[in-house]
């Protein structure tokens, strides 16, 4: 059967929601650019909120707790409408979509896990009425090729001002294919003291994330015509790949620890309140007026590349120069990074008085760096850089019509002198058929230094010296959102001069020029009693696809009915499908693991098609899910995420969610 006319029939029946549609019938649409409500009500039986990295603010948050799509967010390709990975969960990635992904971090290799990777500015920090946990735990696939990932949350009040928890995060997947591997163990330790002159939030998060590497399968016709097998008993564990010899010798290693503290001292007054305590007396209500700002954030990470068959290796990059070819043992690339942040900032607050109509903060911040890398000597490589930056923001986070937020960060001293980082966002709200429509406008200037590990970088196979210039890029888009009919639709353009990309060779260049991207998003949910029908889709070009290549549209869609037995037991029942035009898709490079350009290889016009149910039992969630289930039906079978890199085949995957509030 034609894979193009099963998918235009499965659209047409289906097509999927960006907005997730929480238990109250509301929609949390995903949006990296909007004005944060900042009014958190840590009076509810369990508060949840973000910080801002720099200065500490606190603005809502939703907890991951609702159900539509559950089963979908637990899987790699849940984390955005189109994800490229290697095909197993735990391993690199980055997303499709350009305006989705981040500028490129000091530690690059932190990067390719960011959608596993828990930093303050994500994380969410809790009040609660009282002790509660989470536990979860995921499931997929025979005892060779078992995934599992468990999680726990455990976190507790002691009184109402103060908040401590544990969060770990622990995965492993054997993967389907040879030196497929990967295995996490990621835990947070966090808190936060909530007083009216007080605010205290600590994040400590050690980290340790390692990876099998096999360089993609050698045969791609193993995958989309699999009756071509001499062996008709072949698994994917059969099938040779680029970096195996039948074992788990190639790999990547990531540890690193964190410390951030952020502490607020408010200035402010108590202001008489209508309302009366148990004895009578009229409530004082404490007024912040001004507040003094401290962030502390320190970070270790060690990057190591590995192997216990340095001729396979070898093999592999013969067409590099091997920079110590002398060294006894196997490759043992590492290189190691620290970094200190102490940022100092001052804020007038919104509200406190009929005049004070926004949220005023000025802050400076030092950063230093520090990276040491392998050398020709005995003596390692370092590198130290030093900034210091100073900025403010500008925000009204609260009203009914007008709100806005912009801010501004500019390099006066050391490495990141010059560098000019200004963004702002205005948002307005109209009533629309009885309901209230957000109308959304943001614009965002950058001009910033290239990074040290773009311009140096030394390892065994890998070894570059640079003098990149600075990456300018300029942004403005909009976003419209109408809760009554589901809708949001949202336009963005960015230009972007002196782009650093890594070429099919692994190196790092700079493209001289301007390039343009532009991307049109539309999220749409339909429902008719029963039947649900939510929907995503983008639309994005890029006016040099040889240097970012973008596939012209990406969907996702979901089809399900929700019903509920006894009234008391929530089913979701349907299926739904992940899709993306064919392009010139990035490969990726095992030494580095980073992604880059190629020309010769076009993955795409596959979609991945999933069935699942989907329940809620009162504090309790639970699915199963049959995933690629299209491989079953569509022919030729090419799910492949990246070059060689295909995804898991079909199988049963199951999961559990509970809830203990005490």
Known sequence: MNKHLVFVFFLLLTCPAFG?????????????????????????????????????????????????????????????????????????????????????????????YSAYMRTPERFNFLNTKMPHTNLSYQRAGGRIWREERFQALLTSNFGKK????????????????QSQSAKHLDWVFFGNYLSDRHQVHLFINPKDYTNAENGGILNDTLITHPGYANDQNMTTRDIQTALSNGENTTWNQL????????????????????????????????IPVSSIIYT???????????????????DYYANKIDRFPNREGGVNDSIDYWSLSNTLALSLREGFSHWAKFDLTAFITQDIRTFTMMDLTDVNYTANQSSTVVGGELAKRTGKILRYHGQGSLGILGDNLGDLNLSGTIETRIP?????????????????????????????????????????????????????????????VENVSNY??????????????????????????????????NNQVVYQTSSNEAIIPLPALAAYTSLYLQFKIAKVLTIQMGANAHYWTKYYAPSYEPATQQFKIQDKIKVGNYPLISGFLNCHLKQTRFFLEYYNASAMFISPTEYFSLPHYPVNPALLKLGLSVDFIN
């Open 20 to 112: 997730q549609e929480l238990e109250d019938g509301t929609i949390a649409n995903d949006s990296t650019r909007t004005v944060p409500e900042m009014s958190v009500d840590t009076t509810k039986r369990i508060s949840y909120w973000h910080i801002t990295r720099r200065t500490g603010e606190m603005f809502k948050a939703l907890p991951d707790t609702f159900l539509t799509d559950y089963f979908n967010r637990t899987n790699v390709e849940g984390q955005s409408i189109a994800m490229a990975y290697l095909g197993n969960l735990g391993l690199p990635g980055e997303s499709r979509i350009f305006f989705e992904r981040d500028d490129r971090s000091p530690f690059m290799f932190e990067d390719p």
């Open 162 to 177: 103060l908040n401590v928890g544990f969060d770990v995060d622990y995965l492993y997947a054997r993967g389907f294919y």
């Open 255 to 286: 540890k690193g620890n964190q410390l951030f503290l952020n502490y607020h001292y408010n200035l402010g007054f108590k202001r008489k309140t209508t309302r009366m305590d148990e004895e009578g007396d009229t409530i004082k209500q404490f």
């Open 296 to 314: 502390f954030d320190y970070k270790t990470s060690k990057k190591k590349f590995y192997t216990a068959d340095s001729t396979q290796v070898a």
């Open 432 to 492: 629309v058929w009885g309901d209230t429509a957000s109308i959304q406008a943001d614009a965002s200037i950058k001009n910033l230094s290239p990074t040290l590990l773009e311009n140096h970088y030394r390892s065994r196979y890998f070894w570059w010296d640079n003098d990149f210039s600075n990456i300018k890029k300029v942004y403005i888009g909009g976003k419209i959102d109408i809760p009554h009919t589901k809708t949001t639709f949202s336009l963005g």
């Open 500 to 533: 650093i990309y890594f070429q099919n060779d692994g190196l790092p260049a700079q493209d001289g020029g301007s390039i343009q991207i532009l991307a049109a998003r539309l999220d749409q949910n339909f429902q008719l009693q029963a039947l649900h029908w």
